[in-house]
């Protein structure tokens, strides 16, 4: 591209939703001369953000979770981009119902409202094509939302050039940046250096990648997660609007599925822990679809395909419905299943904003650009900050060990102080060898 800036404020790496809402929330900060940059072509450059399934569920057991997708639904109703079916997560198991009378209290604690536990008959009054005989009730909430993620990154792009702060280039892959006495100083590309003492990488899944550029490090690992869309089906063809029915978490199985036009969405987090480096995701140039759309691994999905099949029969078991798209999808999974937000502690002015899904991504921005402005942001981000980790977690096996384990807790029932089962016995304290002799 012709006329990259020689210098700038703050230079943005990578226009998913977070590069997006990031130059959004600086312009609005009163930030000038932001440059943000991207090796795909927009609006949909090839990351995460182009094939994500887009819907958000409100409540999170943590605070801060919940805190950074309530103000982003704020932001998406702010743009016009959003739709609220309502979702409801249903129980196959008496332990299950259990764990969503725990979403209720998690719920009204964080300011959910309108959350309700509901019989499975009013499950099938809401979702008439579920199998209700194998479901004991459900949490519906009626706030659960799908966005337009792709619609929301071009309007906050456009509102920021509106303000004369940003300059948008596509095309453009970041190949260096140069750091100088602990700071950072220059952003390399293949059509020109940026000088900039302020750097924000929204690289996705490819964060550890920039971030290793700069001698540091963002602790978290691509990952696969599968997800199929089957369609026409017969039942949904007069339904009229995008997403007429509420979204359906099937938690015990770890699955997800969804209605949209005639078609039907199946996602699932049951499948064998599928990491790859970043180092490895393929260019753009060679990816059949995108480089965050790999190919599918049938195997890993039959068995959640019968899952599917037992909770919707009519629709998944309709040999008339085809297979529109399967794919195996990249994400980003980290150790603890946090984002990562905050300066990296190995170089200052270098910020990370990795690790973010669609449903906290602007809020998670307008905090980063906060504390980048400020020093201290609205929401208290001290559950992502990047500065959490020690060396020891940033390592390959660490992350691959942690982030193995918790990918199938995605939906799973965890107690808040759980602890984790791989890994142990990286540092021990003087006194374990005598603790474990008294079997303490
Ligand atoms: C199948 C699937 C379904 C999903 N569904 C949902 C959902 O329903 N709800 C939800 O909340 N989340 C969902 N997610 C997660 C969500 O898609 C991601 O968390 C989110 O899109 C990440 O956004 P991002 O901006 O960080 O990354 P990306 O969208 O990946 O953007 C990163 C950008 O950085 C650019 N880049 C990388 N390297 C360079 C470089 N060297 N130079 C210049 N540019 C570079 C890339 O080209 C890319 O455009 C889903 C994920 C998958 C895989």
Known sequence: MAGLPEKARVVVIGAGIVGNSMAWHLARLGWRDIVLLEKGTLPSPGGSTGHASNFIYLTDHSKEMTAFTVESVRQYKELGVIIEPGGIEVARTPERMQELTRRITSSKSWGIDGVELISKERVKELVPFINDDIILGGF??????VVDSL???????????ELGALTVAAGVEVTGLDVENGHIKRVRTDQGDIEAETVVIACGVWSPRIARMAGASIPLTPAVHQ??????????????SEVSFPIVRDVDTNMYERQHGTGFEIGSYAHRAILMEADDIPSIEASALSPTMLPFTQEDFDPQLEDALELFPDLVGDEKAGVKLAINGLLS???????IIGETPEVKGLWSAAAIWIKEAPGVAKTVAEWMTNGEPEIDPHGSD??????????????DARTSEGFNKTYGIV?????????????????YEREKELGA
């Open 415 to 431: 107690h808040p102080m759980e602890q984790w089962a791989s890994i142990r016995g990286v540092r021990l304290s003087p006194f």
């Open 227 to 240: 997800m199929i869309d089957i369609g026409p089906i017969p039942i949904f063809e007069h339904t009229t």
């Open 386 to 399: 990047i500065a959490r980790f020690y060396d020891h977690h940033k390592t390959k096996q660490h992350i």
């Open 140 to 145: 519906y909430t009626p706030g659960v939302a």
């Open 151 to 161: 619609e929301a990154g071009t309007l906050m792009r456009r509102k920021a050039q």
């Open 333 to 339: 999974l980290t150790p603890d299943g946090n984002p």
